[in-house]
């Protein structure tokens, strides 16, 4: 991305750091040269490392206000956002975007907007606030179309394709994906296939198709290798684990999670780190391995907590009353069960609301509790059937049935 001047979370290859920083080094005056290059590399380190990212941009922003660039100082600080939003300083990074947003908009800086807009969904996907990630996925839209920027159109296509992958709107999802690729094929947009195919790998996988779904993470290892790009092979790898799962190879399923959890430590990358120990926690269980199980699903609510992803922390409270179920914890399962149901209702999540029911249900039947189970279980159907939830939507519970989230960024 040129400085300052094309827009959203489109990154240049990250070869370009190589280049960049020499030069950054070597020019040491405050001037506007100075100010673009600590734009750019900022950028570039979005998809390197993010605490890198957010050092770089702040720098940028304070030579802005020195230089008087009001534009320049909206984008870095849109920079800055994204890289706060995806290293897990939700709160922090939204406060940057939307100073970012009103800033780009009052100057009519389209680009700076589109920064914003993007990394707003992107934040809206992760807190599960479905309809705030669609409006602004829209704006951003219309503002990369009006730009005739293809990259942010396929970063765009490609983030929110995997939000609604994560709502399981998965042939939604698909359509999405698709345009991306057929928009990044066309004008050769490398950086951001890289993502796009890892995603649509994910997607194929959760609809069964899994040679195609096989072929798009291959395809993603090979374009984010090139391009240096940590996210998308932190991805294709949760991916790959996702795949494994689906074909019921647990081992190389955990494989695959665990090197994820290592690329989403480089980049800093706490989001993405926190679902993937998640998925780790949930493979433990699935082979039986309760005490790894629980230990995962009780780092990633701890993490998930601090950072106030609230739905990845009911999900992951819930898989810790899954390991206590699985190895005969009863205080263990049911102190996490009620847990999850007590942040569901502090949260008016009425679907998670079911979801507790059903849990505890089955843990009251496991335990020989059978008049508390009947309880359970019929409020929970009650609730199920007043929502109009689809059948498939507990499976996200039971590491058995194979509905794994999988962040995106989303994720996911």
């Known amino acids: 991305m040129a400085f300052a ?20 080094r070597k020019h040491t005056a405050q001037d506007a040269v100075r100010l673009g290059l600590l734009t750019e590399v900022a950028t570039a380190y979005v998809l390197v490392r993010l605490d890198t990212a957010i050092l770089f941009a702040t720098q940028a922003i304070t030579l802005a206000e020195r230089l008087v660039d009001e534009k320049a100082a909206a984008q870095a600080t849109a920079i800055r956002g994204t890289a706060e939003v995806f290293r897990g300083d939700l709160s922090t990074g939204r406060s940057d975007l939307l100073a970012a947003l009103e800033a780009s908009e009052r100057m009519n800086h389209l680009p700076g907007e589109l920064q914003a807009h993007t990394a707003l969904m992107h934040l809206g996907n992760l807190q599960g606030r479905e309809t705030d990630a669609d409006k602004e996925f829209g704006s951003a839209m219309s503002i990369a179309t009006v730009l005739r920027d293809t990259a942010a159109m396929v970063e765009l296509l490609t983030l929110q394709g995997g939000g609604l992958s994560n709502r399981g709107l998965q042939d939604r999802s698909l359509e999405l994906l698709d345009r991306a690729m057929a928009i990044g094929t066309a004008y050769s947009e490398p950086t951001s296939l890289a993502l796009s195919f890892a995603t649509r790998g994910f997607t194929r996988a959760c609809l069964g198709d899994l040679d195609g779904a096989a072929t798009d993470i291959d395809t993603a290892f090979v374009l984010a290798g090139a391009t240096g790009d940590r996210y998308a092979m932190a991805m294709a790898f949760c991916n790959q684990g996702s795949l494994n799962w689906y074909r019921s190879n647990m081992p190389k399923a955990l494989e695959a999670y665990l090197i994820s959890l290592r690329w989403a430590e480089r980049l800093d990358d706490r989001t993405n780190m926190v679902n993937t120990m998640g998925n780790i926690g949930k493979v433990y269980a699935v082979m039986g391995d309760f005490h790894n199980s629980k230990e995962y699903a009780v780092r990633s609510a701890a993490m998930a907590k601090n950072l106030g992803l609230y739905m990845t922390l009911m999900n992951s409270t819930s898989d ?8 005969g914890d009863r205080d263990a399962c049911f102190a996490a069960y009620n847990e999850m149901a007590r942040l569901a209702d502090s949260l008016n999540n009425q679907e998670y609301l079911v979801e507790a029911d059903i849990c505890l249900a089955e843990a009251y ?13 019929v409020r929970g159907a009650s609730g199920a059937v007043k929502l109009a939830i689809p059948p498939h939507l507990g499976e996200r519970w039971w590491p058995e049935k194979g509905h794994l989230r999988c962040q995106r960024r989303n994720a996911p």
């Open 320 to 327: 810790i009353g899954y390991a206590g179920l699985g190895s």
């Open 365 to 377: 039947l496991a335990f020989d509790m059978a008049d508390s189970a009947v309880a359970h279980a």
């Open 5 to 24: 001047l094309t827009a959203a979370l489109t990154f240049p290859q990250q070869v370009r750091l190589d280049k960049l920083e020499p030069v950054l």
